[in-house]
């Protein structure tokens, strides 16, 4: 029966940490999600107004609603991965329905005369990110093996330190190596190349016991067959980020607008990552290998935001929005499994590592970068409007941080990293909305975001259609949202730090009813 590590010991990861840049994508970029309405006009809405989704990016939308209302959005999703490694080509679809967001807008109509003519109360609930997805890749790779991951955890390190005792099950080495503060995770990885035959102990000079505990230096037992080595990696995740924004604006004399938004997160992401490696020289000691990772991620966090509108004339609108960064709190559940087939003087073995165990790392923070946002909308009388929005986040400026102060150094690597990796994400979004009749609205988008990660290309651009119905009361919005975007993914963080790319499309259509209150 597996068991759970935490309710037996810590384990203190103080030589390696499960985070990595795919972190900072993946809690750093949100997908335009909201409303049909906003969704459908690229989320051009920083100086509209007016929408739940537009109070979620400029507090300072909810005072131009003309009536308090609430409305829901349901959200149908189909993402395709398409992904490529060497020569090796796969596609994986995913479909999703979800209650996409949630809002209500309650208005105050003010009557003293001081100018301030009205405040509202704003609350609205968004799935901002969606990771369902799949994706299954098999290439031949020339020249890295799932060895060099092993050797990169196992250089360096005493035998007795990565392998079994004397008649100790190795379910109880895993638990005891990662109990140990000075060995942990990494540790843990070398543990399950000596034993899985991944790798040999060199031994001392002038030595021929391969055996010897002071030994901490270690070969391969894996040599590639002609072409390299086969590599299958199948990944699979599930999860989203939800935002809850409770908000508060104010308008002065129907010309200038201010907000202010509280937001709370609660993030939950899972994954399963399948490697399986193959096509070795029949000279080799390892014949073949399944190494399985699967990783839990749950946590909240918080952030606020400042924003204000103004009217500068009755055609033209200014908007200018602040976003904090975004405080994470974030706990990591690991497990992982390793199946090989070696061949040995005594013939050929089957091992299978499975050590039953959950590993529960120290929680740690996690800084989302701020963003700031300029906004341009002008009112094309009663017929509909053109907006442009220009905002830009900084990804070099995110950080991890531990909250365990022994461990207050362990993300410094990481954090070189990002600072070197990133860039400035600059996203452009154009909307526009035209009223055919009174009741019947249509509505486009565009948006484009550059490429924010160092050596490849992760820019991003967004194309959407909607229209709109009014029945009086109530509204009915529908908007299609077409995105494209590519993706790098390491098949691991060390070693073997080959990627897969994803060149991943994304299909929305959301229908947003708002009723007036």
Known sequence: MKKTLLSLALVICTQMNAQN??????????????????????????????????????PAGSSIFAFSEAGITLDSRQLTNNSSYFEGRG????????TGQLGIVLL?????????????????YNKINDFDSSFAVQGTNPQNGIDQYFLFHAQGRYLDQISQLDDEEFNDAYLDIGEAPELGYSAQQALFGYEGYVLNPIPLEGSDDSLNP???????????????????????????????????????????????N??????????????????????????SLRFNNALDTNGS????????????????????SLNSPTYYRLTDRAYQFLNSEASTQEGNITVRLDPGIDIIFPEYRF??????????????????????????????????????????????????LIENEFAPAKTLQIGGEYRITPFLSLRAGYVSEDASQAGFDNSRTVVSAGFGYSFGASTLDLSLQMQNFANERPLFSQGLTDTVLLDRENRNLRITYRVKL
């Not at 105050?108 to 609205?124: D, I, P, Y």
């Not at 399986?276 to 390892?286: I, K, N, V, W």
């Not at 531990?402 to 362990?410: A, E, G, K, T, Y």
């Open 21 to 58: 840049l795919s972190d900072v994508l993946r809690y750093s970029q949100t997908s335009l999600n909201g409303s049909a309405r906003f969704t459908a006009m690229g989320g051009a809405f920083g100086a509209v107004g007016g929408d739940f989704s537009a109070m979620e990016i400029n």
């Open 91 to 98: 596609k994986d679809t995913n479909i999703s329905l979800n």
């Open 108 to 124: 105050l109509n003010e009557t003293t005369g001081s100018g301030w003519s009205k405040v509202a109360f704003g609350f609205s």
């Open 214 to 260: 002071d030994i901490n230096r270690y070969a391969s037992n894996a040599r590639p067959g002609t072409n390299g080595y086969t590599q299958k990696y199948n990944h699979t995740a599930s999860g989203h980020t939800r935002k809850y924004t409770f908000n508060l604006s104010s308008s002065f004399q129907d010309r200038f607008y201010i907000g202010l």
């Open 262 to 287: 509280i937001n709370s997160y609660a993030v939950s992401y899972s994954e399963i990552a399948d490697f399986r490696e193959s096509g070795y020289s029949s000279s080799s000691g390892l014949q």
């Open 301 to 320: 966090g918080g952030s606020f935001q400042l924003g204000m509108i103004y009217k500068l004339n009755p055609k033209v609108r200014l908007g200018l």
């Open 367 to 416: 800084n989302s970068p701020g963003s700031v946002r300029g906004s341009f909308c002008y009112i094309i009388g009663d017929k509909g409007l053109i907006s442009v929005d220009y905002s830009q986040k900084n990804l070099s400026n995110a950080t991890f941080r531990s909250i365990d102060f022994d461990l207050i150094d362990s993300f410094d690597a990481l954090n070189k």
